[in-house]
């Protein structure tokens, strides 16, 4: 089903429910198609809207890569689809409030910190198309894999070392998953270290307390990332919940 996001109020009260991949790209062009035309000059010739329309179906394809990418659990992440109970507008606000540099979305298992990691993500991603943007494309990855392809033995761990690093917005979730060596231990603390010092905004998901974060990584790694950060906390019982009318 095609749908029309381009007429919809940029406040999103009245954006539909979007449950799947196709929906997520279809809301994340049309919020970039409304940045793109209030930023460009009034488009008078059919030269002028070629170019605009050019210049959408490659922010398009980008979109689509970009979803292609997120697992299928969370591939309706998107802002409209989060509930009142998981803060939706003071998760937005982060992106524009530079003081909070880092933000943790603490709590239980199975209630939706990485679904709405990935919403955050989406409107990071629609903001670097902008043509003053502060961002460039998000980067999020589970920790314990972000650890795994960091190791020095795969060949391209330099290259993932950079794009962690260098991210204007790195989604670290589920950080008190992984198990610490002391090569882990070095990488995360040299990780918070680069992020606080370039002040990037970090976004992390964890299901521990921080006390117990420190026990795990140590209070210096720890400690970065609590610098100039917020927390938001989800309380309440797992959201997964077995089928049980089949």
């Known amino acids: ?51 605009f329309d050019n210049r959408m179906e490659r922010i398009r394809d980008g979109i689509e890569r970009w979803v292609s990418q997120v697992p299928a659990e969370f591939q309706g992440a998107t802002f409209p689809n989060l ?53 460039n494309c998000p980067v999020v990855m589970n ?10 033995s795969r060949d391209d761990h330099e290259k993932i070392w950079n794009r962690v690093r260098g991210t204007d917005l790195l989604v670290l979730d589920d950080l008190g998953a992984a198990r610490p060596t002391d090569w882990a231990i070095e990488r995360l603390y040299a990780l918070a270290d680069h992020r606080s010092s370039a002040r990037k905004h970090t976004l992390i998901t964890l299901n521990r307390s921080f006390p117990e974060l420190k026990d795990l990584w140590g209070g210096p790694t720890v400690d970065r990332f609590i610098l100039n950060s917020g927390v938001i906390d989800f309380r309440g019982s797992s959201l997964r919940q077995p089928i049980t009318n089949w």
């Not at 982060?94 to 919403?119: E, R, S």
């Not at 920790?143 to 960091?150: E, F, H, R």
Request: hydrophobic share 35%; proline share 5%.
């Open 143 to 152: 920790t314990v894999d972000m650890l795994d392809q960091l190791k020095p």
């Open 83 to 135: 509930r009142d109970n998981q803060h939706p507008e003071r998760l937005r606000r982060w992106l524009d409030t530079p003081k909070i540099q880092t933000l943790w979305i603490a709590g239980g298992v199975g209630n939706g910190k990485t679904f709405c990691a990935y919403a955050i993500a989406g409107d990071a991603l629609v903001r670097s198309y902008g043509k003053d943007s502060r961002f």
């Open 1 to 51: 089903m095609t749908m029309d996001f381009t007429q919809l109020d940029l406040s999103e009260s009245d954006w539909p429910k979007l449950t799947d991949a196709q929906h997520t790209i279809e809301y994340l062009v049309g919020r970039v198609r409304i940045q793109q035309e209030a930023e460009w000059p009034p488009l008078t010739t059919d030269r002028e809207r070629d170019l």
